[in-house]
């Protein structure tokens, strides 16, 4: 059983930085990590995913030089360190997990987190 956890979500002003956390309990199950958010009113997006072996990671063109993912392998837990945050960047924030190579598509997700919000003020 994939239980994802996430933390660190909070209000921020524009040109902030917000470190969210996610930890992954029955993380052997897993092979890859992603992030993915969702403002009001619109579709869930991919955000950035890295893989727990080797570490290759990708990046949405939105948060590309700005959002850094990282993993801790010893610790089963992912980061995403939020720099240069924009109020388009206000969304909740789902942690998101599989068994697969990465991918873009939520679908492709097998397990998720309860979701943090991120609010960046103007």
């Known amino acids: 059983q994939v239980q994802l956890v996430e933390s660190g979500g909070g209000l921020v002003q524009a040109g902030g930085s917000l470190r969210l956390s996610c930890a992954a309990s029955?993380?052997?199950?897993?092979?890859?990590m992603g992030w993915f958010r969702q403002a009001p009113g619109k579709e869930r997006e991919f955000v950035a995913a890295?893989?727990?072996?080797?570490?290759?990671?990708a990046y949405a063109d939105s948060v590309k030089g700005r959002f850094t993912i990282s993993r801790d392998n010893a610790k089963n837990t992912v980061v995403l360190q939020m720099n240069s945050l924009k109020p388009e960047d206000t969304a909740a924030y789902y942690c998101?997990?599989?068994?697969?190579?990465?991918?873009?598509?939520?679908?492709?997700?097998?397990?998720w987190g309860q979701g943090t919000q991120v609010t960046v003020s103007p």
């Open positions: 998101a997990a599989n068994n697969g190579v990465i991918s873009r598509h939520d679908s492709h997700y097998d397990y």
């Open positions: 029955g993380r052997s199950s897993t092979a890859t």
């Open positions: 890295i893989r727990w072996a080797g570490g290759s990671t």
